[in-house]
């Protein structure tokens, strides 16, 4: 199948399915009942062979359609988007699982699609999935989830992958909900009862930017104890499930004002090049309370996996420092969407291995209406592979 859109590759198709039996079901209808794990990717392939495989995944969304992927395959790449199996649905997502997910997609890479080098590409949040994968792939330690379930990723049968890219990319879902918090809110359930001097939208409340050193502190101390109150909530709920015994064994809830970044109103807040008053999903404020914003939606179990700074394990700082294969980091200098200090901190972790970091001046978290930066960083990416050996 060709999408002539796509000027150079074909769009085939890919379904992985393995048998994982589950207690309950974690996402609506067919999917999750019937003993089977369903994985939907597409195949990004130019006309001309390759052995090298790129496998771009996000544990919480798809990625066939963004520029990175298909500047990629223009490019000559084999590129493989794979999704999990919460693919646009993160409220239950486990986090243990979505490694067992990428592990399922680096074997049909290698042994349904025989690509002799696979290379883990990290865009956005898929770089602490990578590298968490990664980490897990050459010394897996993890044999159960946060919350205690079993989920054995020593026996999972984990390929290592060749190399790892991260590419305008966060250090992990939890450490960057830990950053963009509202920690104005004083009570989870009634959300317009905030503290006005931590409210940096309410033109009465905090501090106007330039946001004082002692503010910062404050805010910043503030939104880990609204997170840690939030974990602590999720603890009693699920010890008190399992008091009771019976059917019921998990519940949701919803996560207002999970928006409020100093960093998207105040530039000197690790400055970057990036546009003060905006962020990734537009207005910050509008962004808040949309009900599309970061971590909205979380079942009990989900928010220990996925968004606790405290109990997730998947973090790319932890992850590079646990591999041993070529990495590289590509950081935008004018990303609205990944925290300006992410990059740096992950670079600096992976003191173990063959590491580089890149920063390409100018460019946003999309590349919108930046052709030639998103060509840039092709060109990087390119000239990496080459150099470590990765093209085959």
Known sequence: MTDTADQGFARIPQLVRYPELQANPETYGFTGTQGMVNLDGQLLRPEAPSRTLLIFMHPATT??????????????????????????????????????????????????????????????????????????????????????????????????????????????????????????????????????????YDPKGAPRPPYPADFIREYRAAQLARMRRITARVRERLEDLRRRGGAEYETAFVVHRTMADLRWLDPAVDPNDRKPGTCFLGNPEAANVNPAGLARY?????????????????????????????????????????PAAHPRMVHDAAAQTDREMHVIRGATHYYRDQPELLARCVDICRDWLQRKGLVA
């Open 63 to 200: 990625l066939h359609l963004l520029p990175m992927p298909t500047a990629l395959a223009r490019s000559g790449a084999h590129v493989l988007c794979a999704a999990s199996r919460y693919a646009r649905f993160d409220a239950t997502l486990i986090m243990e699982k979505v490694a067992c997910d990428m592990g399922a997609w680096v074997r049909h890479g290698r042994e349904v699609l025989g690509y002799e080098k696979i290379v883990l590409c990290g865009w956005s949040g898929g770089a602490s999935l990578s590298l968490f994968y990664q980490s897990q792939a050459e010394r897996p330690t993890i044999t159960d989830t946060p919350a205690g379930d079993p989920c054995d990723l020593t026996a999972a049968g984990l390929i290592p992958a060749d190399g790892v890219m991260m590419i305008a990319a966060h250090a992990s879902r939890a450490r960057t909900l830990s950053e963009w918090l509202d920690p104005s809110v004083i009570e989870e359930t009634d959300p317009d009862r905030r503290r006005r001097e931590l409210d940096i």
């Open 298 to 338: 979380s079942s009990l179990r989900s928010w220990l996996s996925q968004w606790s700074l405290d109990d997730s394990r998947c973090d790319a700082v932890r992850g590079a420092a646990g591999i041993s294969v070529p990495l590289i980091v590509i950081e935008n200098s004018a990303d609205d969407g990944a």
